[in-house]
């Protein structure tokens, strides 16, 4: 069976199981240059899967599209293959069936592998030895024949549950009680360039990566017995260090659950390539979306009902989840679970920083335009600031002082907040990410866009809210795919702003599929409904050019023009 080729529907069955994946279906532009090149394979159009027609047909780029000046479908399909394989590894798949898309292809293969062990119970049958049916009828012999056949039957299922639980990675841990924050052990990294001089420079990854980690609040590295151990190995080929990480749980080496390899650029020193290689992978394992936050975060996805007491832990897991949601439901959740927290202890400096920044966020989304922003603010503000001065060497509570500070339209002084932030935890892609948004909003477009970008490309399943930058930039400039493609990734979580851009660039490219879909979301928007399209988006400083687009966009798209700056009813006319 392993050599049998995988029939057209096994593989539109796994096609349909990946794309259904969470890491992928957050990230539309990855979920439709998979199903195109399994689709074109399927048909027996190998020959024009190429980097031209997939940036034409997928992207949406123009016919004079160059690949060489436009790197978008090297990038992308290094983000797919990133997915595939971490899909693969953490066991998430249920299929006989692998897509696979080797390097340097953009044409993928079907890989036919054992299923997991989850549909394999009857792996008993084959251990059982086989009972040979006498030839004349002996009831004696058959009741001996029967009751060794048993006890080898048992014997051989549990034999069986051994070898499944010792040999198949397991799956990730349901957490029956309150989570607390995953424990990392950091594990010896090898050296296996045959350099034996490395050794040193080896051994240092394991080091500097469990110093980097150290950094986050909802992570713990401890010095052994963790919930997690990191380990890995340094190689070498053609002069390029790769740097190759196993996460298991435990300390059972089978027990893997993530794993990744990273080979840093040429023309850096032995230290600083594996010191990038460290950061890389810190910035992975300390994202929101990595391996160390999975089985936390699924478990609040099973909560009803916010605990009675909960720890600091969970109600990072509250903040996590509004942050990418960014549902006024899910930050009254966050807040009431920080509420609890500092009413134990008020002054828990990270507690007292998030739900400052949870509820400055609130109060901006449900002001009307013509508050004053800043003064309204003036309590959050102070809540963070104290939480500097309680925790100065911590890079989140500095990330909210900053994002609050942008909130009250002080950009540079919020600039200086993120940057610090930036500089306590290097590995924070989220610290990271803000500063890009800042500096886009404080007119330093292509810096701005350009961190922003960074951030997003150091993770292969970047959070929702990381695309705002990009479908700011992209509709500033005028490329309306890449604005599309990034506001409904944004969409995801924001229902104002991902909507709107989605909206305002859909009629110019013809897409009237994209104006029946976001022109009833926007219409039917109680926020905008309140005070009207524009005014509601002032509240994020946008700049003029911006602003032009959008309002461009949305009067092509069929929404009345005294919606854009007046309160509205759901059918667009005026309120009386």
């Known amino acids: 069976m392993p050599n049998e080729a995988p029939s057209a529907q096994e593989i539109r069955a796994a096609l349909d199981e990946l794309l259904g994946w969470q890491g992928i279906s957050r990230s539309p532009q990855l979920a439709e240059l998979l199903r195109y090149v399994v689709e074109k394979t399927l048909d027996g159009d190998e020959g024009s899967i190429k980097a031209y027609s997939i940036a034409v047909d997928v992207f949406g780029r123009p016919q004079d599209f160059d690949p060489q000046s436009d790197p978008i479908v090297r990038v ?71 009751i060794l056949g048993l006890v ?11 070898i499944v639980r010792w040999v198949l990675p397991s799956a990730p841990t349901e957490i029956s009680g309150m989570p607390s924050t995953p424990a990392v052990s950091i594990g010896t990294f090898d050296n296996l360039t045959g350099v034996a001089v490395l050794d040193d420079d080896a051994a240092a990854v394991g080091t500097r990566l469990g110093g980097m980690l150290a950094k986050f609040d909802d992570l713990r590295v401890v010095p052994a017995d963790g919930e997690f151990l990191v380990r890995g190995s340094v190689q070498e080929a053609q002069g390029l260090f790769t740097v190759k990480v196993i996460l298991s749980r435990g300390s059972n080496p089978t027990s893997i659950v993530w794993s990744t390899s990273v080979t840093p650029q040429r023309g850096q020193t032995d230290t600083e390539a594996l ?17 160390l936050q999975a089985a936390g975060l699924a478990w ?46 008020p002054d828990q400096p990270v507690a007292l920083s998030a739900e400052a920044g949870v509820r400055a966020w609130r109060l901006q989304y449900e002001l009307g335009p013509d508050t004053n922003v800043a003064g309204s603010l003036e309590a959050e503000a102070a809540k963070v600031a104290r939480a500097v001065s309680l925790s100065s060497d911590d890079s989140f509570v500095y990330e909210q002082q900053g994002l609050i500070l942008a909130r009250q339209h002080s950009l540079d002084a919020a600039l200086g907040s993120v940057k610090k932030a930036m500089d306590l935890n290097p590995a924070s892609t989220d610290a990271k990410i803000v500063y890009g948004l800042l500096l886009w909003l404080n007119g330093q477009f292509d810096v701005g866009q350009a961190v922003s970008e960074e951030a997003i490309a150091a993770l292969p399943s970047p959070p929702t809210w990381y695309y705002m930058t990009r479908a700011f930039d992209a509709l500033r400039q005028r490329r309306y795919y890449d604005a599309i493609d990034a506001a409904q990734a944004l969409g995801v ?17 013809g897409r009237n599929d994209l104006i029946d879909r976001y022109r009833p979301m926007i219409l039917a928007n109680p926020r905008f409904q309140a005070t009207g399209i524009l005014p509601w988006l002032d509240g994020f400083d946008l700049p003029p050019q911006l602003v032009d687009r959008i309002r461009e966009g949305l009067i092509l798209a069929g929404i009345p023009p005294a919606a854009l700056t007046a309160p509205f009813k759901g059918d667009g006319t005026p309120r009386q």
């Open 493 to 509: 979580g924001e229902g104002e702003l991902g909507p709107a851009i989605a909206l305002a660039a859909a009629p110019v490219i």
């Open 275 to 291: 010191t990038n290689a460290d950061l890389a992978i810190a910035r992975e394992l300390g994202s929101a979306t990595g391996p």
């Open 152 to 162: 080898f039957t048992l014997v051989g299922v549990g034999l069986a549950v051994l």
């Open 76 to 146: 992308q399909a290094r983000r797919l293959r990133t997915l595939l394989e971490q899909f693969y590894v953490n066991g998430s798949s249920r299929s006989s069936i692998q897509v696979r898309l080797p390097l340097g292809r953009y044409v993928p293969e079907f890989v036919r592998v054992d299923k997991p062990a989850t549909e394999a119970p009857a792996v008993a049958d084959v251990t059982a030895p086989p009972v040979t049916q006498p030839a004349r009828w002996d009831s004696r012999g058959f009741l001996l024949s029967a």
């Open 300 to 345: 609040l996805g099973q909560q009803k009902t916010l605990p009675n007491a909960p720890n600091a832990y969970v109600c990072q897991l509250y903040y996590l989840n509004w942050r990418d949601s960014r549902l006024l439901a899910d930050a009254t959740s966050a807040l009431d679970c920080y509420d609890k927290i500092l009413a134990a202890s």
